[in-house]
């Protein structure tokens, strides 16, 4: 189990997790006002994830550990303890995803992309994520971060409030040209990013 990445709340509705993501920061004080800036909460990295399909087997598995743990330690009013979601799947990094390859895709979507990513929580602390780029607007986001000049993670941020068409698409190629699934933390769901009809399921479910 990460101890870094990966700290998962219990609350009464979903799974929160707490990280201090790795990549090189620069902590800022003030909120900033730039309108090229993305933020995402700390909360919520990596918590709607793009992940190999070679993990299915270990997400069920972990999906139905949290469920029952969830049941079990849930006292009518909230949850009496924590869970920390295991880390020791099959990473993204083995598919050798070119940055500028998944940027590409993304390009296709007509998200535009912040100059500035930022994480933190509350008002004001924001941390600079410098290996870090998004694509979007307010909160609706399409995330990936860079380690050793390939993609090392991607996540997204509110998909449900996005352009569904263009983020089917976009999924469902993203999905296909390196084989992954899409696994939500928050509803413990898999999707098949190779099947449209799922993603547009898991979409309208959020709705």
């Not at 607007?137 to 996540?155: H, R």
Request: hydrophobic share 35%.
């Amino acid at each position: 189990m990460t101890k870094i990445n990966y700290f998962f709340i219990i609350s009464v509705t979903f799974l929160f997790v707490h990280c201090a993501n790795p990549t090189t920061k620069e902590v800022q004080s003030e909120k900033s006002n730039m309108t090229d800036t993305l933020f995402f909460h700390e909360d919520d990295y990596g918590m709607i994830e793009l992940t190999p399909k070679e993990n299915i087997e270990d997400l069920k598995n972990e999906s139905d550990t949290i469920n029952a743990k969830a049941e079990k330690n849930f006292d009518g009013h909230g949850y009496k303890d924590i869970y920390v979601i295991k880390d020791d799947r099959v990473k993204l990094e083995i598919r050798k995803i070119n940055p500028g390859d998944l940027e590409q895709i993304i390009n296709k979507t007509g998200f535009k992309k912040a100059n500035v990513v930022t994480t933190g929580y509350g008002q004001t602390y924001r941390e600079v994520q410098k290996s870090t780029f998004g694509f979007g607007s307010d909160y609706s986001v399409i995330y990936f971060s860079v380690k050793a000049g390939n993609v090392d993670k991607i996540w997204l941020t509110n998909p449900n409030s996005m352009n569904k068409e263009k983020i089917i698409s976009c999924l469902q190629e993203i999905g296909q040209k390196w084989n992954l699934v899409l696994m939500d933390w928050f509803q413990t769901r898999i999707v098949n990013l190779a099947d449209k009809n799922d993603i547009d399921k898991y979409l309208t479910s959020q709705e």
